[in-house]
């Protein structure tokens, strides 16, 4: 046997596959745990800062001076369309829908699409309530004389962001956001906890830091909130 036979023969093995890697984790789990990681944080980054930045705005909300801005304006129903509300039952209830006509003439004049809004009907008048993120609005129509009075409030940036963080009147929509963000965010803590684990051999601080991340938390809550 040749030198360079020896030399191969007392080569390392290779490890096998699956061999436990750091924490008794796989190789694989550790690269899917990096993974997850990084995609998760990428997610959630711009989410995270919005919601850390309004969480301070909220939290001082009293402290932060805003003056409303309010609209009103008055009008009048054309008589065309001011027929296809009279013809509206008197016991018209919120099942009952706002006239195409109306909702176009609203949509018209003032830039707001009125239809499938909640609405509400009474004997004398058809009210539309116009609540949004940052602010809020309505309509109400006289249903005998057609005489339609609009308000719209505007509340500002601030308030506008601070309803984004509460989900409050921003639609379906941002609504399926925050839940995904939600998870985006779990699985972001989750991994990066998995992580710590792995590396806290080499860095003594991990669980002192972890720990008072979790105390400092608990110790506010039962003992200086009130």
Known sequence: MNQQTIRQSHKAAPPAKGKRKKGGFSAFWVRQFHTWHW??????????????VTGITLNHAASIESE??????ESALPDDVRATLAAVPDGAGRETPVP?????????EYGIDAAGR???WSADELYIPLPRAGGDGWVAIDRSSGAVLFEDTDRGWIAYFNDLHKGRDTGTAWSWFIDIFAVACVIFSLTGLLLLQLHA????ATWPIVGAGVVIPLFLM???MH
């Open 222 to 224: 039962i003992f200086l």
């Open 201 to 204: 051999k080499k860095r003594r």
């Open 100 to 108: 195409q006509a109306v909702s176009r003439w609203i949509d018209k």
């Open 118 to 120: 909640a609405h509400e």
């Open 39 to 52: 995609m998760s944080s990428a997610i959630c980054l711009v989410g995270m800062i919005l919601f850390a």
């Open 68 to 73: 409303p801005a309010v609209v009103s304006q």
